[in-house]
Protein backbone atom coordinates (compact mmCIF):
# COMPACT_ATOMS: atom_id res chain seq x y z
CA UNK A 1 0.00 0.00 0.00
CA UNK A 2 2.92 2.92 0.79
CA UNK A 3 4.80 1.65 -2.70
CA UNK A 4 0.80 2.45 -4.20
CA UNK A 5 1.03 5.70 -2.73
CA UNK A 6 4.92 6.61 -3.59
CA UNK A 7 3.60 5.22 -7.25
CA UNK A 8 0.89 7.49 -7.20
CA UNK A 9 2.70 10.45 -5.86
CA UNK A 10 5.63 10.35 -8.08
CA UNK A 11 2.76 10.41 -11.44
CA UNK A 12 0.90 13.33 -10.20
CA UNK A 13 4.57 15.11 -10.12
CA UNK A 14 4.66 13.86 -13.82
CA UNK A 15 1.57 15.03 -14.93
CA UNK A 16 2.34 18.15 -13.30
CA UNK A 17 5.50 19.03 -14.98
CA UNK A 18 4.41 17.58 -18.42
CA UNK A 19 4.11 20.42 -20.69
CA UNK A 20 2.77 21.26 -24.29
CA UNK A 21 4.43 22.95 -26.77
CA UNK A 22 2.77 24.61 -30.02
CA UNK A 23 2.85 27.41 -32.52
CA UNK A 24 -0.07 29.18 -35.00
CA UNK A 25 0.77 30.51 -38.12
CA UNK A 26 -0.87 33.86 -37.86
CA UNK A 27 -4.40 33.72 -40.44
CA UNK A 28 -4.26 36.66 -43.14
CA UNK A 29 -7.85 38.17 -41.97
CA UNK A 30 -6.23 38.34 -38.39
CA UNK A 31 -4.92 41.64 -36.73
CA UNK A 32 -1.23 41.70 -36.30
CA UNK A 33 -0.10 38.51 -34.42
CA UNK A 34 -3.44 38.28 -32.98
CA UNK A 35 -3.04 36.83 -29.28
CA UNK A 36 0.87 37.25 -29.33
CA UNK A 37 0.31 41.32 -29.83
CA UNK A 38 0.78 41.84 -26.05
CA UNK A 39 4.47 41.43 -27.09
CA UNK A 40 4.48 44.78 -29.12
CA UNK A 41 5.15 48.20 -28.12
CA UNK A 42 1.39 49.38 -28.04
CA UNK A 43 0.01 45.74 -28.98
CA UNK A 44 1.18 47.54 -32.73
CA UNK A 45 3.80 45.07 -34.51
CA UNK A 46 6.53 46.37 -36.48
CA UNK A 47 5.56 48.17 -39.62
CA UNK A 48 7.65 47.43 -43.23
CA UNK A 49 8.08 44.16 -42.70
CA UNK A 50 5.42 43.39 -46.04
CA UNK A 51 7.15 41.04 -48.34
CA UNK A 52 4.56 38.10 -49.50
CA UNK A 53 6.92 35.26 -48.03
CA UNK A 54 6.99 36.71 -44.71
CA UNK A 55 4.85 34.66 -42.07
CA UNK A 56 3.61 35.60 -38.71
CA UNK A 57 3.72 33.16 -36.26
CA UNK A 58 2.36 33.18 -32.38
CA UNK A 59 4.79 31.37 -30.69
CA UNK A 60 2.81 29.02 -27.67
CA UNK A 61 3.52 26.90 -24.64
CA UNK A 62 0.55 24.82 -23.22
CA UNK A 63 -1.55 26.87 -25.13
CA UNK A 64 -0.39 30.15 -23.95
CA UNK A 65 1.43 32.74 -26.00
CA UNK A 66 5.15 33.03 -25.39
CA UNK A 67 6.34 35.14 -27.65
CA UNK A 68 6.31 36.30 -31.36
CA UNK A 69 8.10 35.58 -34.88
CA UNK A 70 8.27 37.11 -38.50
CA UNK A 71 9.53 34.15 -40.44
CA UNK A 72 11.26 34.79 -43.82
CA UNK A 73 10.25 31.39 -45.81
CA UNK A 74 12.89 32.74 -48.56
CA UNK A 75 15.56 33.29 -46.32
CA UNK A 76 14.44 30.58 -44.12
CA UNK A 77 15.19 32.30 -40.99
CA UNK A 78 13.29 34.23 -38.44
CA UNK A 79 13.46 38.29 -39.38
CA UNK A 80 12.74 38.91 -35.45
CA UNK A 81 11.16 37.44 -32.26
CA UNK A 82 8.97 39.80 -29.83
CA UNK A 83 9.33 38.40 -26.60
CA UNK A 84 9.58 39.73 -22.42
CA UNK A 85 11.93 39.13 -20.16
CA UNK A 86 11.09 36.80 -17.41
CA UNK A 87 12.42 35.37 -15.23
CA UNK A 88 15.61 33.09 -15.55
CA UNK A 89 15.34 30.05 -15.49
CA UNK A 90 18.69 26.88 -15.63
CA UNK A 91 19.40 25.66 -19.41
CA UNK A 92 16.55 23.04 -20.55
CA UNK A 93 17.29 19.89 -22.79
CA UNK A 94 17.18 21.22 -26.19
CA UNK A 95 13.69 19.64 -28.17
CA UNK A 96 13.64 21.66 -31.33
CA UNK A 97 10.34 21.90 -33.23
CA UNK A 98 8.70 22.80 -36.36
CA UNK A 99 6.10 24.58 -37.77
CA UNK A 100 3.74 21.81 -39.84
CA UNK A 101 1.71 25.04 -41.39
CA UNK A 102 4.50 27.17 -42.81
CA UNK A 103 4.93 24.31 -45.45
CA UNK A 104 1.50 22.75 -45.78
CA UNK A 105 -1.17 25.69 -44.73
CA UNK A 106 -3.99 23.02 -45.50
CA UNK A 107 -2.40 20.67 -42.59
CA UNK A 108 -4.79 19.55 -39.79
CA UNK A 109 -2.22 19.84 -37.90
CA UNK A 110 -2.25 23.47 -36.10
CA UNK A 111 0.31 23.48 -33.61
CA UNK A 112 4.49 23.11 -33.12
CA UNK A 113 5.17 18.96 -33.39
CA UNK A 114 8.71 17.08 -33.24
CA UNK A 115 10.13 16.72 -36.69
CA UNK A 116 10.55 13.16 -35.95
CA UNK A 117 6.83 12.80 -35.18
CA UNK A 118 5.53 14.11 -38.87
CA UNK A 119 6.31 11.36 -41.15
CA UNK A 120 4.43 11.91 -44.22
CA UNK A 121 1.79 13.87 -42.67
CA UNK A 122 3.14 17.63 -43.77
CA UNK A 123 3.06 17.96 -47.77
CA UNK A 124 6.52 19.79 -49.02
CA UNK A 125 8.39 19.59 -45.58
CA UNK A 126 11.46 21.40 -45.61
CA UNK A 127 9.78 23.81 -48.66
CA UNK A 128 9.28 26.87 -46.47
CA UNK A 129 11.25 26.33 -43.23
CA UNK A 130 14.57 25.13 -42.15
CA UNK A 131 15.24 21.42 -40.88
CA UNK A 132 17.63 19.50 -38.19
CA UNK A 133 18.81 18.02 -41.46
CA UNK A 134 20.34 21.87 -42.79
CA UNK A 135 22.62 22.06 -39.68
CA UNK A 136 23.70 18.46 -39.47
CA UNK A 137 27.76 18.52 -40.62
CA UNK A 138 27.33 22.47 -41.45
CA UNK A 139 29.38 23.73 -39.24
CA UNK A 140 26.72 26.14 -37.93
CA UNK A 141 24.64 25.79 -34.83
CA UNK A 142 20.94 26.48 -34.46
CA UNK A 143 21.36 29.79 -32.76
CA UNK A 144 17.57 30.98 -30.69
CA UNK A 145 17.25 34.85 -31.50
CA UNK A 146 14.96 34.74 -28.26
CA UNK A 147 17.75 33.31 -25.95
CA UNK A 148 16.37 30.41 -24.14
CA UNK A 149 18.12 31.86 -20.74
CA UNK A 150 16.35 35.08 -20.20
CA UNK A 151 12.78 33.01 -20.12
CA UNK A 152 11.44 31.17 -17.08
CA UNK A 153 10.59 27.32 -17.68
CA UNK A 154 7.32 27.45 -19.64
CA UNK A 155 8.69 30.16 -22.12
CA UNK A 156 11.83 28.78 -22.66
CA UNK A 157 10.23 25.60 -23.75
CA UNK A 158 8.60 27.55 -26.47
CA UNK A 159 12.13 28.94 -27.45
CA UNK A 160 13.34 25.14 -29.33
CA UNK A 161 11.75 26.08 -32.26
CA UNK A 162 13.60 26.08 -35.44
CA UNK A 163 11.21 29.21 -36.43
CA UNK A 164 13.46 30.96 -34.10
CA UNK A 165 16.69 29.66 -35.32
CA UNK A 166 19.33 31.16 -37.24
CA UNK A 167 22.21 29.75 -38.68
CA UNK A 168 25.35 30.92 -36.51
CA UNK A 169 28.84 29.65 -35.88
CA UNK A 170 29.49 27.91 -31.86
CA UNK A 171 31.91 31.17 -31.00
CA UNK A 172 29.13 33.75 -31.72
CA UNK A 173 25.96 32.15 -30.83
CA UNK A 174 27.95 31.91 -27.25
CA UNK A 175 28.98 35.36 -27.64
CA UNK A 176 25.31 36.52 -28.62
CA UNK A 177 23.64 34.73 -25.79
CA UNK A 178 25.89 35.63 -23.53
CA UNK A 179 25.80 39.44 -24.33
CA UNK A 180 22.31 39.45 -24.90
CA UNK A 181 21.72 38.41 -21.69
CA UNK A 182 24.12 40.99 -20.10
CA UNK A 183 22.77 43.66 -21.89
CA UNK A 184 19.06 42.93 -20.87
CA UNK A 185 19.89 41.86 -17.00
CA UNK A 186 22.27 44.64 -16.44
CA UNK A 187 21.73 47.48 -18.67
CA UNK A 188 18.22 47.45 -19.88
CA UNK A 189 15.89 46.09 -16.63
CA UNK A 190 17.44 47.71 -14.19
CA UNK A 191 16.45 51.15 -16.09
CA UNK A 192 12.91 50.06 -16.97
CA UNK A 193 10.05 51.03 -13.98
CA UNK A 194 7.73 48.27 -14.60
CA UNK A 195 9.17 44.89 -16.38
CA UNK A 196 6.13 44.73 -17.98
CA UNK A 197 6.70 47.98 -20.21
CA UNK A 198 10.43 46.41 -21.54
CA UNK A 199 9.79 45.32 -25.00
CA UNK A 200 12.22 43.54 -26.88
CA UNK A 201 13.07 42.82 -30.09
CA UNK A 202 15.61 40.39 -31.22
CA UNK A 203 15.93 39.72 -35.44
CA UNK A 204 18.77 39.11 -38.22
CA UNK A 205 19.49 40.48 -41.32
CA UNK A 206 20.26 37.90 -44.04
CA UNK A 207 22.83 37.59 -46.30
CA UNK A 208 23.22 35.64 -49.52
CA UNK A 209 25.72 32.75 -47.94
CA UNK A 210 23.59 30.01 -47.66
CA UNK A 211 23.86 26.93 -45.62
CA UNK A 212 23.66 23.93 -47.79
CA UNK A 213 22.40 26.47 -50.79
CA UNK A 214 19.09 26.77 -48.53
CA UNK A 215 19.41 28.32 -45.20
CA UNK A 216 20.62 32.37 -45.12
CA UNK A 217 23.32 33.06 -42.56
CA UNK A 218 22.42 36.00 -40.89
CA UNK A 219 24.75 39.10 -41.73
CA UNK A 220 24.33 40.77 -38.34
CA UNK A 221 22.09 40.03 -35.54
CA UNK A 222 20.25 43.09 -33.70
CA UNK A 223 18.37 44.00 -30.54
CA UNK A 224 16.17 46.84 -30.05
CA UNK A 225 14.42 47.57 -26.87
CA UNK A 226 11.60 50.04 -25.90
CA UNK A 227 11.00 50.97 -22.14
CA UNK A 228 7.19 51.78 -23.11
CA UNK A 229 6.56 54.24 -20.26
CA UNK A 230 6.03 58.09 -19.55
CA UNK A 231 9.46 58.06 -18.77
CA UNK A 232 10.50 56.12 -21.22
CA UNK A 233 13.37 55.22 -24.05
CA UNK A 234 14.65 53.01 -26.88
CA UNK A 235 17.91 51.78 -27.44
CA UNK A 236 19.48 49.95 -30.37
CA UNK A 237 22.41 47.25 -30.50
CA UNK A 238 23.73 45.60 -33.08
CA UNK A 239 26.29 42.40 -33.85
CA UNK A 240 28.55 41.76 -36.88
CA UNK A 241 28.67 38.19 -37.40
CA UNK A 242 31.92 38.09 -38.89
CA UNK A 243 33.48 39.71 -35.61
CA UNK A 244 31.90 37.71 -32.47
CA UNK A 245 33.22 40.53 -29.77
CA UNK A 246 31.60 43.30 -31.84
CA UNK A 247 28.19 44.75 -30.04
CA UNK A 248 27.73 48.43 -30.78
CA UNK A 249 24.30 50.71 -29.98
CA UNK A 250 22.93 53.06 -31.87
CA UNK A 251 19.58 55.07 -32.10
CA UNK A 252 16.63 53.20 -32.99
CA UNK A 253 15.94 55.09 -36.27
CA UNK A 254 19.82 54.14 -37.31
CA UNK A 255 18.62 50.73 -36.54
CA UNK A 256 15.54 51.24 -39.13
CA UNK A 257 17.47 52.45 -41.28
CA UNK A 258 19.92 49.39 -41.50
CA UNK A 259 16.84 47.33 -42.34
CA UNK A 260 14.06 46.96 -45.00
CA UNK A 261 13.31 50.53 -45.80
CA UNK A 262 10.45 52.04 -44.28
CA UNK A 263 10.82 49.61 -41.13
CA UNK A 264 9.40 51.37 -37.95
CA UNK A 265 10.00 49.40 -35.00
CA UNK A 266 7.90 50.33 -32.26
CA UNK A 267 4.63 52.39 -31.89
CA UNK A 268 3.42 54.25 -28.51
CA UNK A 269 6.19 56.18 -26.05
CA UNK A 270 9.08 54.15 -27.49
CA UNK A 271 7.98 55.75 -31.47
CA UNK A 272 8.33 59.63 -30.36
CA UNK A 273 11.33 61.80 -30.62
CA UNK A 274 10.93 62.61 -26.86
CA UNK A 275 12.77 60.74 -24.69
CA UNK A 276 13.98 60.32 -21.69
CA UNK A 277 17.52 61.36 -22.28
CA UNK A 278 19.29 60.67 -18.97
CA UNK A 279 17.97 57.24 -18.29
CA UNK A 280 18.71 56.90 -22.16
CA UNK A 281 22.57 57.47 -21.32
CA UNK A 282 22.68 55.91 -17.85
CA UNK A 283 21.58 52.31 -20.37
CA UNK A 284 24.53 53.17 -22.93
CA UNK A 285 27.08 53.50 -20.01
CA UNK A 286 25.89 50.12 -18.77
CA UNK A 287 26.16 48.74 -22.26
CA UNK A 288 29.48 50.17 -22.05
CA UNK A 289 31.36 48.57 -18.79
CA UNK A 290 29.67 45.50 -20.43
CA UNK A 291 31.27 46.12 -23.70
CA UNK A 292 34.53 47.14 -21.73
CA UNK A 293 34.52 43.95 -19.62
CA UNK A 294 34.12 41.68 -22.72
CA UNK A 295 37.27 43.51 -24.25
CA UNK A 296 39.31 43.36 -21.49
CA UNK A 297 38.32 39.00 -21.27
CA UNK A 298 39.69 39.21 -25.03
CA UNK A 299 42.61 41.22 -23.87
CA UNK A 300 42.93 38.21 -21.57
CA UNK A 301 42.28 35.56 -23.55
CA UNK A 302 45.26 36.81 -26.03
CA UNK A 303 47.73 36.81 -22.95
CA UNK A 304 46.88 33.26 -21.81
CA UNK A 305 47.66 32.47 -25.67
CA UNK A 306 50.79 33.96 -25.40
CA UNK A 307 51.89 32.39 -22.11
CA UNK A 308 50.24 28.81 -23.62
CA UNK A 309 53.98 28.08 -24.50
CA UNK A 310 55.67 27.93 -21.04
CA UNK A 311 52.95 26.22 -19.37
CA UNK A 312 53.19 23.35 -22.28
CA UNK A 313 56.74 23.01 -21.13
CA UNK A 314 56.14 23.04 -17.97
CA UNK A 315 53.35 20.78 -18.08
CA UNK A 316 55.68 18.25 -20.05
CA UNK A 317 57.69 18.12 -17.01
CA UNK A 318 55.17 18.14 -14.37
CA UNK A 319 52.94 15.26 -16.19
CA UNK A 320 54.54 12.05 -14.48
CA UNK A 321 54.06 13.32 -10.90
CA UNK A 322 51.11 14.93 -11.51
CA UNK A 323 49.57 11.40 -13.43
CA UNK A 324 50.90 9.80 -9.93
CA UNK A 325 49.54 12.45 -7.60
CA UNK A 326 45.50 12.09 -9.77
CA UNK A 327 46.51 8.19 -9.25
CA UNK A 328 46.69 8.77 -5.02
CA UNK A 329 43.50 11.12 -5.33
CA UNK A 330 41.58 8.86 -7.46
CA UNK A 331 42.11 5.64 -5.00
CA UNK A 332 41.45 8.10 -2.04
CA UNK A 333 38.00 8.84 -4.09
CA UNK A 334 37.31 5.30 -4.55
CA UNK A 335 37.37 4.69 -0.99
CA UNK A 336 35.79 7.22 0.21
CA UNK A 337 32.80 6.55 -2.02
CA UNK A 338 33.01 2.79 -1.21
CA UNK A 339 32.72 3.67 2.47
CA UNK A 340 30.15 6.00 2.31
CA UNK A 341 28.33 3.53 -0.43
CA UNK A 342 28.05 0.85 2.57
CA UNK A 343 26.73 3.47 4.62
CA UNK A 344 24.25 4.27 2.39
CA UNK A 345 23.46 0.76 1.77
CA UNK A 346 23.32 0.19 5.27
CA UNK A 347 20.90 2.95 6.14
CA UNK A 348 18.95 2.09 3.54
CA UNK A 349 18.31 -1.11 4.64
CA UNK A 350 17.99 -0.22 8.05
CA UNK A 351 15.43 2.86 7.19
CA UNK A 352 13.54 0.72 5.05
CA UNK A 353 13.15 -2.16 7.53
CA UNK A 354 12.53 0.51 9.97
CA UNK A 355 9.24 2.23 7.34
CA UNK A 356 7.84 -1.40 6.28
CA UNK A 357 7.49 -1.93 10.44
CA UNK A 358 6.03 1.70 10.59
CA UNK A 359 3.88 0.78 7.55
CA UNK A 360 2.73 -2.28 9.01
CA UNK A 361 2.01 -1.12 12.20
CA UNK A 362 0.16 1.44 10.62
CA UNK A 363 -2.08 -0.74 8.44
CA UNK A 364 -2.63 -2.94 11.61
CA UNK A 365 -3.87 -0.16 13.52
CA UNK A 366 -6.10 1.32 10.91
CA UNK A 367 -7.65 -2.35 10.50
CA UNK A 368 -7.56 -2.98 14.07
CA UNK A 369 -9.79 0.61 14.62
CA UNK A 370 -11.87 -0.13 11.97
CA UNK A 371 -13.17 -3.19 12.71
CA UNK A 372 -13.78 -2.02 16.23
CA UNK A 373 -15.95 1.39 15.05
CA UNK A 374 -17.91 -1.29 12.86
CA UNK A 375 -19.13 -3.22 15.90
CA UNK A 376 -19.40 0.04 17.57
CA UNK A 377 -21.77 1.26 15.00
CA UNK A 378 -23.76 -2.06 14.44
CA UNK A 379 -24.73 -2.13 18.36
CA UNK A 380 -27.22 0.38 17.85
CA UNK A 381 -27.96 -0.51 14.49
CA UNK A 382 -29.05 -3.74 15.71
CA UNK A 383 -31.33 -2.57 18.74
CA UNK A 384 -32.80 -0.21 16.72
CA UNK A 385 -33.38 -3.02 13.85
CA UNK A 386 -35.23 -5.40 17.05
CA UNK A 387 -37.17 -2.68 18.42
CA UNK A 388 -38.92 -2.11 15.25
CA UNK A 389 -39.54 -5.17 13.86
CA UNK A 390 -41.37 -5.72 17.40
CA UNK A 391 -43.31 -2.46 16.64
CA UNK A 392 -44.43 -4.31 13.22
CA UNK A 393 -45.42 -7.79 14.97
CA UNK A 394 -47.47 -5.77 16.96
CA UNK A 395 -49.18 -4.22 14.63
CA UNK A 396 -49.82 -7.16 12.80
CA UNK A 397 -51.53 -8.92 15.80
CA UNK A 398 -53.75 -5.98 16.08
CA UNK A 399 -54.63 -6.08 12.46
CA UNK A 400 -55.32 -9.95 12.62
CA UNK A 401 -57.57 -9.20 15.42
CA UNK A 402 -59.37 -6.28 13.65
CA UNK A 403 -59.55 -8.50 10.55
CA UNK A 404 -61.40 -11.46 12.59
CA UNK A 405 -63.31 -9.38 14.68
CA UNK A 406 -64.46 -7.45 11.12
CA UNK A 407 -65.45 -11.51 9.40
CA UNK A 408 -67.48 -12.67 12.66
CA UNK A 409 -69.68 -9.72 12.65
CA UNK A 410 -70.18 -9.73 9.16
CA UNK A 411 -72.39 -12.31 8.83
CA UNK A 412 -75.62 -11.64 11.30
CA UNK A 413 -75.26 -8.18 10.19
CA UNK A 414 -75.30 -9.42 6.31
CA UNK A 415 -78.16 -12.10 7.08
CA UNK A 416 -80.38 -8.61 8.79
CA UNK A 417 -79.73 -6.62 6.10
CA UNK A 418 -80.52 -9.41 3.22
CA UNK A 419 -83.96 -9.79 5.51
CA UNK A 420 -84.78 -6.27 5.70
CA UNK A 421 -84.47 -5.44 2.34
CA UNK A 422 -86.34 -8.77 1.46
CA UNK A 423 -89.97 -7.04 1.43
CA UNK A 424 -88.48 -3.69 -0.69
CA UNK A 425 -87.08 -6.04 -3.26
CA UNK A 426 -90.86 -7.78 -3.12
CA UNK A 427 -92.84 -5.20 -3.27
CA UNK A 428 -90.58 -3.90 -6.25
CA UNK A 429 -91.21 -6.88 -8.43
CA UNK A 430 -95.14 -6.66 -8.46
CA UNK A 431 -95.14 -4.03 -11.21
CA UNK A 432 -92.46 -5.80 -12.95
CA UNK A 433 -94.44 -9.28 -12.95
CA UNK A 434 -98.04 -7.73 -13.70
CA UNK A 435 -96.30 -5.88 -16.79
CA UNK A 436 -94.65 -9.48 -17.57
CA UNK A 437 -98.64 -10.93 -17.64
CA UNK A 438 -100.30 -8.27 -19.15
CA UNK A 439 -97.51 -8.62 -21.95
CA UNK A 440 -98.18 -12.42 -22.32
CA UNK A 441 -101.82 -12.36 -22.24
CA UNK A 442 -101.69 -9.92 -24.69
CA UNK A 443 -99.50 -11.64 -26.99
CA UNK A 444 -101.43 -14.81 -26.81
CA UNK A 445 -104.33 -12.92 -27.93
CA UNK A 446 -102.50 -11.45 -30.55
CA UNK A 447 -101.37 -14.97 -31.51
CA UNK A 448 -105.02 -16.94 -31.25
CA UNK A 449 -106.25 -13.75 -33.76
CA UNK A 450 -103.16 -14.46 -36.13
CA UNK A 451 -103.58 -18.00 -36.24
CA UNK A 452 -107.40 -17.73 -36.93
CA UNK A 453 -107.01 -15.30 -39.50
CA UNK A 454 -104.06 -17.69 -41.23
CA UNK A 455 -106.44 -20.68 -40.94
CA UNK A 456 -109.71 -18.85 -42.33
CA UNK A 457 -107.25 -17.74 -45.34
CA UNK A 458 -105.65 -21.13 -46.39
CA UNK A 459 -109.73 -22.61 -46.06
CA UNK A 460 -110.29 -19.94 -48.79
CA UNK A 461 -107.33 -20.43 -50.62
CA UNK A 462 -108.51 -24.00 -50.37
CA UNK A 463 -111.91 -23.72 -51.57
CA UNK A 464 -111.34 -21.09 -54.09
CA UNK A 465 -108.52 -23.41 -56.11
CA UNK A 466 -111.10 -26.69 -56.17
CA UNK A 467 -113.80 -23.97 -57.17
CA UNK A 468 -111.65 -23.05 -60.18
CA UNK A 469 -110.89 -26.56 -60.92
CA UNK A 470 -114.57 -28.29 -60.62
CA UNK A 471 -116.66 -25.17 -62.20
CA UNK A 472 -116.72 -24.78 -65.84
CA UNK A 473 -115.74 -21.46 -66.50
CA UNK A 474 -117.92 -18.80 -67.79
CA UNK A 475 -117.87 -15.81 -69.74
CA UNK A 476 -114.95 -13.92 -70.42
CA UNK A 477 -116.85 -11.38 -68.40
CA UNK A 478 -117.61 -13.56 -65.34
Not at 274 to 291: D, F, M, P, W
Not at 304 to 321: H, M, Q
Not at 369 to 394: C, E, H, T
Request: aromatic share 10%; hydrophobic share 40%; glycine share 8%.
Amino acid sequence: ECTMKTSIVFLLCISVFAGFSQGRVVRKDETGFAECNVFFSGQVPPEGFTEPFHVKICQQYNKEPRFATLYSTKDKIPLYSAFKFTKPAQSEEENWLVEPQIDDPENDLHEMVHEADIGGSVANLGANQALTSDYVGSGYERGLLNPSLLNEKDFQMATYTLTNAVPLSPALSKSWHRDIGKVVEQALIPHCSKMDHLYLLAGAVPSRVQVKGKVSVPESLWLAACCDAPEGWSLGLVKKTNDENSLVDLMVRELEKQLLPGVHLFKGNCGKDKQNQKKREAVLQAVSQIRSGEQEGANNNQETKENSLVGRVAGIIATPFIKLLELFIYIFVELVKFVFYFLWLVVKRVVGTILGGVCSLWNGMVSYLKAISMVLISIPYDVGRVIVNIFLGFLQIVQDVMSLTYRILSIPVGFVLHLAAFPYHSICAIPSVLHDMATGIMGTFLLVIDATATVLHGFYYLAWHILKRFVPKGSSGD
